[in-house]
């Protein structure tokens, strides 16, 4: 089975459908029943959920424990979405948007695995973290969910905190746990490659991590910006 690697036909065409199933799915659900959105939600919370006891058998209990737990920042993402679908609460919306759309984004593009298309591991990681982005696609076009720019330091502060425990969960537990990538940076064809050497590589994660997050709501500024100047506008010729 061929090496993964990121400009591969497999992967582009996979990434493509996989991109447009998060972006057009949902609009298609807008005028349907409550029945059938919560028939999609309860498919995407259950192949999340599929996804993470798959995860945690081939990680944690073949190969070991301290692998499996859940403690990625994708995973925390996964139970964002969760969580929101089950509640509703918009923080658990803001966290998959700007958590998941980074990590879950970045994870689509460049897989952290060794084999690409049809190794089981891969199919699983684009299942698993399309999941996450259909969910905060649902949540937008949906629910009419959106972020705003207090929203984004309060994530940042917040993935700020996760981090350091994530660190000292990371040492406590020692080696092979290494979750966030704190202590080596994570497998496979990725933007880390371009990065320093480990632990310094933690802090070109973390300046792409906030240069990502503005990013991300970048559009929404834009927008707002001429949404404003529209009503200028239109007020001035009433």
């Keep these: ?62 190969i070991d424990i301290k692998l499996g737990l859940p403690l990625h920042l994708c995973d925390f993402s996964s139970a964002s979405v969760m969580l929101y679908f089950l509640t509703k609460r918009k923080i658990f919306f803001l966290f ?48 009419n969910q959106r972020p705003y720019l207090k929203d984004v330091h309060r994530v940042l502060m917040v993935l700020s905190a996760f981090l350091v425990v994530i660190y000292f969960i990371n040492y406590l537990l020692g080696p092979p746990a290494n979750y966030w990538y704190v202590a080596e940076k994570p497998p496979g064809s990725n933007v880390t490659g371009f990065m320093r050497d480990a632990p310094y590589h933690m802090i070109d994660v973390y300046i792409l991590a906030v240069i990502v997050c503005y990013s991300i709501y970048f559009p929404y500024l834009i927008k707002d910006k001429f949404n404003k100047q529209s009503n200028i506008n239109a007020q001035c010729f009433k």
């Design 96 to 143: 998959a948007f700007f958590a998941g759309i980074s990590g879950a984004g970045m994870a689509i593009l460049t897989p952290d695995t060794q084999y690409g298309f049809p190794n089981i591991h891969y199919i699983r990681h684009m299942v698993g973290h399309a999941m996450i982005l259909l969910g905060v696609s649902y949540a937008i076009i949906i629910d």
């Design 1 to 62: 089975m061929a090496e993964f690697t990121p400009l591969s036909m497999s992967h582009l065409f996979i990434m493509v459908i996989t991109v447009a199933l998060i972006v057009f799915l949902p609009y298609f659900y807008i005028n349907k029943a409550d029945r059938s959105k919560n028939s999609l939600i309860v498919t995407l919370i259950s192949l999340m959920l599929i996804n993470h006891a798959m995860d945690f058998y081939y990680e944690g209990y073949l």
